[in-house]
């Protein structure tokens, strides 16, 4: 009986530090459920699936989010850290910004508003061939950001 009563309690003490700590020891609350992390304050889900970006804004639509939007440099720091810690260093994620509307006008999926903080590589966006007109977040561009054909497969961040 004595056994019992210490593995139940063992248990118990399980169960509490996973809700506390979350997954890979980050906090979970309870607007930020897996397979969504927080991160200062938001919550994300790094997808593995490769999805064109239409494809990925509608997934996370579904997950009751959307691509995700970076709105500064703290912001940009958390999600890099984040990526390069838990990810292949080859990479590359949609994010929620996209010029289709006027070229050159760069806007968030969430809000339609023109973005304010950018962390875009040297010479970017500089919609090659007429076509690019995502937002990615670019592993060999050390995790900054460019701008890519809106077809192509890639991995993609929603927030919440």
């Not at 509490?16 to 979970?28: E, T």
Request: proline letters at 4%; aromatic letters at 16%.
């Amino acid at each position: 009986m004595a056994m019992t009563r210490s593995v139940l309690r063992f248990g118990l003490i399980l169960v509490f530090f996973v809700l506390q700590r979350g997954v890979f020891g980050h906090v979970i609350c309870p607007g930020c459920l897996a397979p969504f992390v927080q991160l200062g304050g938001r919550c994300y889900f790094f997808s593995y699936m490769q999805k064109s970006w239409s494809h990925a804004q509608a997934y996370c639509r579904s997950k009751s989010s959307h691509l995700a939007r970076i709105t500064s440099q703290h912001e940009n720091n958390m999600i890099v850290s984040y990526v390069r810690t838990y990810f292949p260093a080859d990479f590359n994620w949609w994010l929620g910004g996209n010029d289709m509307a006027q070229e050159g006008r760069w806007v968030w999926v969430d809000t339609n508003k023109v973005m304010t903080y950018t962390n875009w590589n040297p010479e970017e966006p500089n919609n090659i061939k007429g076509i690019e007109h995502c937002l990615e977040l670019r592993s060999d561009y050390t995790h900054k950001w460019n701008d890519a054909p809106c077809g192509k497969a890639k991995s993609f961040i929603c927030e919440k």
